[in-house]
């Protein structure tokens, strides 16, 4: 998938700050709400705050509006919404609880994943 300039910007603030298991996922077929989903790993609750502030800075910078931020308050998971993409910054156990990246994977690559998984058993 290329990134777009707003794509690339928000990938490198979530780099800056040492984000881990960065995953961008096109959504455009699934969704009207928004075109894509970046998702992102933090150690801690203050870097994934961090991680959030950094994000929405940035993409104000880069002249990005920003709709809304949720999930400060406790920083397990904070969610950046800036219209077309929508950042989630997890900590690992809420990631791996929620699994995002098979709720919103496109069907071809669900279909296989599932066939491999079925291969390795």
Request: no cysteine; glycine share 4%.
């Amino acid at each position: 998938m290329r990134l777009n300039k707003t794509q690339k910007t928000a990938v490198t603030a979530l780099e800056d700050i040492k984000a881990r298991d960065i995953t961008v996922l096109d959504v455009r077929k699934l969704t009207s709400l928004y075109d894509t989903m970046i998702i992102a790993s933090a150690d801690s609750n203050r870097q994934v705050k961090s991680l959030a502030n950094h994000v929405r800075d940035k993409l104000k910078e880069g002249g990005a509006t920003i709709v809304g931020v949720e999930g400060e308050e406790t920083g397990e998971w904070v969610l950046v919404d800036a219209g077309d993409i929508v950042v989630h910054i997890m900590q690992p156990a809420v990631r791996a609880y929620y699994n995002l990246e098979e709720l919103w994977a496109p069907p071809a690559a669900k279909r296989r994943a599932s066939v491999a998984d079925r291969a390795a058993a």
